[in-house]
């Protein structure tokens, strides 16, 4: 008689419908799923789709930023060759930082100072101080590597330079992006840099024209980018000019090669991108883990 209720009872649990809960006791093993589990398969339900040209328009991000350094360094390269005096790099330096602070304060209508609270008399001090600072400690600048050779110092250059783009920010919401990180590294190659340069002047205007083309430069194309992006890709296909042009000064190899990496860059990276993107086959279903998309603030207080 037990022998019969215990079939009949299972059975009877067999007949029963799984139900997808922890809470209630089922006659199932732990690992059981019936038909309707794969019903609420997803496929690729939050992929992006790209468009060939809107991807090598954000690549001028990156071109730009490769154009910076590009222009940075044969800049440099100019001093040290005794092709430029640092009289002149920073007298042409003073007047694009004001004619881009002019334009900077035009393009943003006056929003960011607004927000902020300062006042160009406030700005102008910081610059005033900066330029002294850095003046004042040009002398140290230039003999703080002393004791190193100089290819350790180009190749801390290179890698310093290296990392300044892979952590700068192009837009992207990244863990790596880190735009402290990426100007300090910068700042510290522009000083390894400046500290094989001639004499202390040529280290201050090295340093200042750093700051301007690592700091105050990328600012001014996001305010140009976000404001007139027409203006923007001009601007864009200047400073890539002026990087291909003056590298060709230098070495006409490294400008071809440069010039292809740009060309890389630009058309073969975003058509290899969009070209992957038939190939993306992320599934989702009932085993994804759980979001909670309620906003819990309210009990953290």
């Known amino acids: 008689m037990r022998r019969a209720g215990a079939a009949a009872a299972a059975a009877g649990g067999r007949c029963r419908r799984w139900k997808k809960v922890l809470y209630r006791a089922q006659p199932f093993p732990d690992n059981y799923v019936d038909g309707s589990f794969l019903e609420e398969l997803r496929k690729n339900i939050y992929v992006r789709q790209y468009r ?161 083309i690592f700091a105050l430069w990328p600012m001014f194309q996001k305010k140009l980018k976000a404001r007139a992006p027409g203006c923007y890709l001009t601007v864009t296909v200047v400073n890539t000019l002026a990087a291909v042009l003056g590298l060709l000064t230098a070495s006409p190899t490294a400008a071809v090669l440069y010039a292809l990496l740009l060309l890389t860059i630009t058309f073969l990276c975003p058509h290899y991108l969009v070209t992957l993107q038939s190939s993306k086959d992320n599934i989702h279903g009932p085993w994804d883990e759980a979001e909670i998309k309620e906003d819990l603030s309210r009990f953290l207080g």
Not at 61 to 79: E, G, T
Not at 122 to 132: E, G, I, M, P, R
Not at 147 to 170: C, E, K, N, Q, R
Not at 188 to 197: I, K, N
Request: hydrophobic share 50%.
């Open 52 to 212: 060939y040209w809107s991807v090598v328009l954000e690549s001028s991000v990156v071109i730009q930023q490769l154009s910076s350094v590009c222009v940075f360094v044969v800049i440099w390269w100019y001093m040290d060759q005794t092709r430029l005096s640092p009289q002149q790099l920073f007298a042409s330096g003073l007047i694009v930082y004001l004619l881009g602070y002019l334009l900077f304060d035009i393009i943003d209508l006056g929003e960011g100072r607004m927000h902020s609270g300062r006042t160009r008399w406030a700005d102008l001090k910081s610059t005033v101080v900066f330029v002294t600072f850095t003046y004042g400690f040009s002398p140290v600048l230039k003999t703080l590597t002393e004791s190193i050779s100089t290819d350790t110092i180009y190749a801390m250059s290179v890698f310093m330079l290296l990392g300044h783009l892979i952590f700068f920010d192009y837009g992207a919401n990244a863990a790596i992006v880190s735009s402290t990180l990426s100007l300090n590294m910068a700042i510290f190659a522009s000083v390894c840099l400046a500290s094989r340069l001639p004499s202390s002047l040529h280290a201050f205007a090295t340093v200042t024209l750093a700051i301007q």
